[in-house]
């Protein structure tokens, strides 16, 4: 069921949000060659819990950390622990946090120092993706308006969007209806309303879109090996330009 939200909902949301778009400047300000990806999800679990937040992933389906950390060809959802980063990585940083029984989730890839010119020109990709998506989230138009819009973009510099995970539907749960596909063709889907907030996040590959899930059952990388970025906002239909939930 798609859960339209009122306004004392949204601003929950809103301090959900706020929560972490800081937490994710906060790491970007650290992130440097020889940090260890487990010392990024206990700054992300301090900070989190000093702004009144409860991490939303710590526990979800028995993942382990308040942080989704994916190197390189890891797409999504990788588990921090003792990988130490190197200069010329790209990381995905993944956080949601929970405000009073509301959620935020926003994720972004960054450069671990000096990168080479394809890293740099994949996360300009999946960033781009994402604010086309984000543009044709309006009332009135459909799912597959903001899903065609990603999928073009990256398409059209020559990437290829993932397509066995998706974006989603947000509130108080971090998994709601509906289902926010990064490939699909415009004027289809279920039609955007007002009130609706959705968490948009493409993963952008260099390779092929195909994945595969490592041996913890968490991490998903490509399945070429290839290089993989990741951007995300929690987002709310208004009648007129959509709001940024997760804006810095």
């Known amino acids: 069921m798609i ?3 009122s306004s004392w909902e949204l601003a929950r949301m809103r301090e959900a949000g706020r929560i972490v778009a800081q937490a994710l400047a906060y790491l970007v300000e650290r992130i440097k060659p ?24 710590k526990g979800y389906r028995g993942f382990p950390a308040s942080l989704c950390v994916s190197v390189n060809e890891e797409v999504v959802h990788g588990i921090p622990g003792p990988r130490i980063l190197k200069q010329g990585d790209i990381v995905s940083l993944d956080i949601g946090a929970i405000y009073r029984g509301y959620q935020g989730d926003a994720a972004l890839t960054v450069g671990v120092g000096e990168i080479s010119d394809e890293a740099q020109d994949l996360i300009a990709t999946a960033r781009g993706a994402l604010w086309a998506g984000i543009a044709q989230a309006q009332d009135g138009l459909h799912m597959g308006d903001i899903s065609g819009a990603i999928q073009h973009y990256a398409e059209s ?3 290829s969007v993932v397509r066995e995970y998706t974006g989603h539907g947000i509130g108080r749960q971090m998994h709601e209806d509906p289902q926010v596909p ?5 004027g289809r889907g279920p039609a955007l309303k007002a ?5 948009l996040e493409p ?7 195909l994945t595969r899930v490592q041996d913890d059952n968490w991490t998903v990388v490509t399945d070429d090996g290839k ?22």
């Open 3 to 5: 859960v339209l939200k």
């Open 34 to 57: 020889g940090m260890a990806t487990r010392e990024l999800d206990l700054l992300t679990e301090a900070f989190i819990n000093r702004k009144k937040g409860v991490p939303s992933f």
């Open 157 to 159: 510099r020559g990437y």
């Open 182 to 186: 990064n490939f699909g063709r415009p």
């Open 195 to 199: 009130g609706m907030t959705l968490a």
């Open 203 to 209: 993963m952008v590959n260099v390779g092929g879109y």
């Open 227 to 248: 290089l993989s970025a990741h951007f995300e906002h929690t987002i709310a239909i208004r009648e007129g330009e959509p709001e940024i939930l997760t804006a810095p």
